[in-house]
C-alpha cells in the first residue's frame, strides 16, 4: 500500500511542476519587443 502512495505523490508532483512551468505565458509566434524590425517592414514603409 505505501508503495501506490509513494508513487500517486510522485506523479501528482510532476504534473505540478509540469503545470507550473508549462504555463509560462509567452507566445512564441508574436515578435519579441526588443528585436528590430525586418528589412521588409522597413522598405514597405516608404
Do not use: W
Given at each position: 500500500?505505501?508503495?501506490k502512495r509513494?508513487?500517486?505523490?510522485?506523479l501528482?508532483?510532476f504534473?505540478?511542476?509540469?503545470l507550473?512551468?508549462g504555463?509560462?505565458?509567452?507566445?512564441?509566434?508574436?515578435?519579441?519587443?526588443?528585436?528590430?524590425?525586418?528589412?521588409?517592414?522597413?522598405?514597405?514603409?516608404?
Amino acid at each position: 500500500m505505501k508503495h501506490k502512495r509513494y508513487i500517486f505523490a510522485l506523479l501528482t508532483g510532476f504534473l505540478s511542476v509540469g503545470l507550473l512551468f508549462g504555463c509560462d505565458g509567452v507566445d512564441e509566434d508574436e515578435p519579441d519587443p526588443s528585436e528590430e524590425p525586418s528589412e521588409q517592414q522597413e522598405d514597405n514603409s516608404q
